[in-house]
T-cell receptor, first 114, second 111 residues
Framework: DAEITQSPRHKITETGRQVTLACHQT?????MFWYRQDLGHGLRLIHY???????NKGEVSDGYSVSRSNTEDLPLTLESAASSQTSVYFC?????????????FGPGTRLTVT | QQQVKQSPQSLIVQKGGIPIINCAYE??????FPWYQQFPGKGPALLIA?????SEKKEGRFTISFNKSAKQFSLHIMDSQPGDSATYFC??????????FGTGTSLTVIP
């Protein structure tokens, strides 16, 4: 079955280190998204991509970067991890422009920055 | 600025009750309004969604009511069950690309 996976599921890192979170989808979806989830804030968009070589900044993009070299993957990089980036990170994908609009979410990565 | 405002933050109901979660938006260009359900340790999963050309949509025990003039929409859960205990998020989107999520409602259904 097609799916969306994230790795690692849990990560502990130190302040200042570079961290990369992986997201892989097998639906051949054009759109991919990265969100962070924090209590009281819901889901906030970090970066998104509408296709290969396309990336866009979301609401809370400072300190994060993404690259899209193929349809299946959108890795999220924290350039220099900060304690404020401790959060649960979700990757999502959708078909693309036009119906259907549904976004399908991965299981999440819990990141702790010490 | 929060594009979608959701209330209440938490909700406790008895089994069989009808919890109602409300959301409001400002951008009249939004044309897709989904609700997501999230269980602890899992990613959000699409529950039900509505377009602004209808005022109500039902799927099983879940109903979305949509008021275009008031720029509000709500989720009703009929005959709620303990298994419905989860966090619910509303969202809004223009042309299905960028989603704007509410802050979530933690629902507890007491047996």
């Amino acid at each position: 079955d097609a799916e969306i996976t994230q790795s690692p599921r849990h990560k502990i890192t130190e302040t200042g280190r570079q961290v990369t979170l992986a997201c892989h989808q097998t639906w051949n979806h054009n759109n991919m998204f990265w969100y962070r989830q924090d209590l009281g804030h819901g889901l906030r968009l970090i970066h998104y991509s509408y296709g290969v070589q396309d990336t866009n900044k979301g609401e809370v993009s400072d300190g994060y970067s993404v690259s899209r070299s193929n349809t299946e993957d959108l890795p999220l990089t924290l350039e220099s991890a900060a304690s404020s980036q401790t959060s649960v990170y979700f990757c999502a994908s959708s078909v693309g422009t036009g119906s259907p609009y549904e976004q399908y979410f991965g299981p999440g990565t819990r990141l702790t920055v010490t | 600025q929060q594009q979608v405002k959701q209330s209440p933050q938490s909700l406790i109901v008895q089994k069989g009750g009808i919890p109602i979660i409300n959301c409001a938006y400002e951008n009249t260009a939004f044309d897709y309004f989904p609700w997501y359900q999230q269980f602890p340790g899992k990613g959000p999963a699409l529950l039900i969604a509505i377009r602004p050309d209808v005022s109500e949509k039902k799927e099983g025990r879940f109903t979305i009511s949509f008021n275009k003039s008031a720029k509000q929409f709500s989720l009703h859960i009929m005959d709620s069950q303990p298994g419905d205990s989860a966090t619910y998020f509303c969202a809004a989107s223009e042309t299905g690309n960028q989603f704007y999520f509410g802050t979530g409602t933690s629902l507890t259904v007491i047996p």
